[in-house]
């Protein structure tokens, strides 16, 4: 279980660092002389690309707690 555990935090960390630009988007902000505008657009995107997920997960652990607890006698 702990191992579960450790690999999930080190992927959710890992996708947090990630790069996420499309081409065309990519294309614009690389033409630009500063990157603080491209990081900006890396950050927002993976933002947007990680609620649902996170927001799936929740539902999933109620779900399965609701219905794999043993009940308290």
Known sequence: ?????LFFIFSFL???NSNAQCAMCRAVLESEAGQGTAKGINNGIVYLMAV???LVFGLGFFIYRK?????KA
């Open 1 to 5: 279980m702990k191992t579960k555990l």
């Open 14 to 16: 890992f996708f947090i």
């Open 52 to 54: 649902p997920y996170v």
């Open 67 to 71: 219905y794999f607890t043993k009940p």
